[in-house]
């Protein structure tokens, strides 16, 4: 569910996990996912079905978003209002949107056309890809490209690659992308999310494989 603390903004529990009060409620668990999925919808691939338009830089006003989702989902139009959506954004934790003033946009995951302008300083000496086992010989032969998406995404860690991975495959293998060294040859990495990092390819003399961790012996007998 999501509320709002009065001192401390919009959570995502039972009370806040700050100063542990119960907030205001605002959304329920089924309005939560069904207009975080909606939100992202709009923002990184079809705002055209709302009759929407995203600027270049991927923003769209929030009263608009709002009356469109009123238009198409008869049961939000009554309540609905810019709060909601407000709250959603700024309690999501992978950090997928950014409010501004009176506009939110989506930070990654696009495969619309924007032009993103993302922070590129305090930027990882390392970042990490999940592939799988069949693409890794390939991808380590030419480097990274988009595939489904307008841009690649790396992680902060091992293991955020890994978690992504596992959504394609049960043991992704991890590659490590020499960030530092890909800058300096004119890489443009940007910061999209808490730990996700945006980049148009990474050449793949920047790239090498994660050893993997050595499993553990069986138990003794």
């Known amino acids: 569910m999501l509320k709002e603390c009065a001192q401390h903004g919009y959570f995502r529990a ?11 409620f605002l ?17 990184r691939h079809f705002p055209e079905k709302y009759g929407l338009t995203v ?3 991927g923003w769209i006003r929030l009263g608009q978003i709002v009356e469109a989702i009123g238009r198409q989902h008869r049961g939000y139009g009554h309540w609905l209002r810019i709060h909601h959506l407000v709250g ?3 309690s999501d934790p992978k950090g997928r ?3 501004k003033d009176d506009r939110i946009r989506a930070t990654y995951g696009h495969t619309i ?11 990882p000496a390392e970042l990490f890809f999940p592939v799988t086992p069949e693409e890794s010989t390939i991808v380590l032969e030419v480097g990274l490209k988009p595939t489904d998406r307008r841009m690649v995404h790396l992680s902060r860690t091992a293991d955020d690659a890994r978690a992504a991975g596992q959504v394609r495959t ?3 293998v991890i590659l490590v992308i020499d960030a530092e060294a890909a800058r300096s040859a004119g890489a443009r990495i940007m910061q999209a999310g808490r730990t996700v990092f945006l980049v148009e390819q990474v050449s793949p003399e920047h790239l090498k494989r994660l050893p993997e961790p050595p499993e553990a012996d069986p138990p003794a007998p």
């Open 27 to 43: 959304l329920n668990d089924r309005e939560l996912d069904h207009l975080g999925r909606v939100m992202t919808g709009i923002l």
């Open 113 to 123: 056309e924007v032009a993103l302008d993302l922070p590129t300083d305090n930027i």
């Open 88 to 90: 959603i954004a700024e």
């Open 14 to 24: 039972e009370n806040c996990p700050v100063c542990g009060q119960s907030g205001r």
């Open 97 to 99: 949107y950014e409010v």
């Open 170 to 172: 049960p043991k992704p």
């Open 55 to 57: 600027d270049p830089q």
